[in-house]
């Protein structure tokens, strides 16, 4: 157990819905990002949350939206799903990034139908 | 173009060889992480480097940093089927608070008993 927990773990909808994916990061960390996985792209760096706010944004879809709460999870919402969205989905905290590491979790694995 | 690029992308050897991956950029960076996939979880980290011609050894691993702190290699030594997984190399682009990962494609490691 790596300390961060994403649910769910797995998650199977339609095009054209929207998905809400929950991420609880390490206690004591206050930096959250989110990473999306794909065979094709690798892990592609989405967001960055740091303490309830929004630090940085990578390769998000406009159709993607995230947001970090005052007890530090953090919410990942994609809407409008298309069939190329289907991928995994990481978390990960820090403390303080890049001189202390990052930890991540297990992942949801989305799955457009 | 991927700011870093991994290679080879696969490698399948036989258990007790020596191999080395690689891990190559045109950038100069103040540190570079490695870490290592499991099929179904999240990324975890290795080791992180600093240090221009550091050299950091994890038991049977030992880490790299190339002088001009632009590349990076592993060496794993009498590799083990425990050893299988996908090893990601990444780097921190820091810079108005952000300090996202930024990864390489990786390198698909078997090692066959």
């Known amino acids: 157990d790596s300390g961060v927990t994403q649910t769910p773990k797995h998650l199977i909808t339609a095009t054209g819905q929207r998905v809400t994916l929950r991420c609880s990061p390490r206690?004591?960390?206050?930096?959250v990002y989110w990473y999306q996985q794909s065979l094709d792209q690798g892990l592609q760096f989405l967001i960055q949350?740091?303490?309830?706010?929004?630090?940085a944004k990578g390769n998000i879809l406009e159709r993607f939206s995230a947001q970090q709460f005052p007890d530090l999870h953090s919410e990942l919402n994609l809407s409008s799903l298309e069939l190329g969205d289907s991928a995994l989905y990481f978390c990960?905290?820090?403390?303080?990034?890049?001189?202390?590491?990052?930890?991540f979790g297990s992942g949801t694995r989305l799955t457009v139908v | 173009t991927q700011l870093l690029e991994q290679s080879p992308q696969f490698l399948s050897i036989q258990e007790g060889e020596n191999l080395t991956v690689y891990c190559n950029s045109s950038?100069?960076?103040?540190?570079l992480q490695w870490y290592r996939q499991e099929p179904g979880e999240g990324p975890v980290l290795l080791v992180t480097?600093?240090?221009?011609?550091e050299v950091k050894k994890l038991k049977r691993l030992t880490f790299q940093f190339g002088d001009a702190r632009k590349d990076s290699s592993l060496h794993i030594t009498a590799a083990q089927p425990g050893d299988t997984g996908l090893y990601l190399c990444?780097?921190?682009?820091?810079?108005?608070?952000?300090?996202?990962?930024?990864f390489g494609k990786g390198t698909h490691l078997i090692i066959q008993p």
């Open positions: 990960a905290s820090s403390f303080t990034g890049a001189n202390y590491g990052y930890t």
């Open positions: 206690s004591g960390d206050l930096s």
């Open positions: 949350y740091y303490n309830g706010e929004e630090r």
């Open positions: 950038s100069v960076f103040s540190s």
């Open positions: 480097v600093v240090t221009g011609g």
């Open positions: 990444a780097v921190t682009i820091s810079g108005g608070g952000a300090d996202g990962l930024t």
